[in-house]
């Protein structure tokens, strides 16, 4: 009887919110990922940990006294916004997203523009 209650009160509890989603890959170039794209999932219930996590890592270039863009870590860690320098030429920044499923694709990065190919209409 304990059992099917306990039962009962878990699918109620995540029946509204359910899972979360995400794309997990440890090197994201920008473009693909070079350890092979994999899905991860989380409880959607508490609030801290509702959400997909990408982190960014630049590297500082000498020559031009900027950080460029190195790689992207994408998780299903419980996710704190911000920018941490990892080390004196490692930049780390985070974002967080809690949008809808597999939010976390790696585009929220702004060093990586999309380039679109194709004629423009002239008149």
């Given at each position: 009887m304990f059992r099917s209650l306990l039962l009962g009160i878990v699918?109620?509890?995540f029946e509204v919110e359910g899972l979360r989603y995400c794309h997990e890959c440890k090197h994201f170039?920008?473009?693909i990922c070079q350890t092979g794209m994999k899905s991860?999932?989380?409880f959607n219930v508490l609030m801290y940990n509702k959400s997909c996590s990408?982190?960014?890592f630049y590297f500082y270039d000498r020559n031009t006294g900027r950080y460029l863009f190195r790689y992207t870590v994408l998780s299903c860690r419980p996710c704190a916004a911000g920018i941490?320098?990892?080390f004196h030429d490692l930049l780390s920044e985070?974002?967080?997203c809690t949008e809808d499923n597999f939010c976390n694709d790696g585009?929220?990065?702004f060093d990586i523009g999309?380039?679109?190919l194709g004629e423009t209409e002239t008149e």
């Open positions: 699918m109620v509890l170039d920008g473009d991860c999932w989380k990408t982190e960014n941490v320098q990892v985070t974002f967080c585009s929220a990065n999309s380039v679109t």
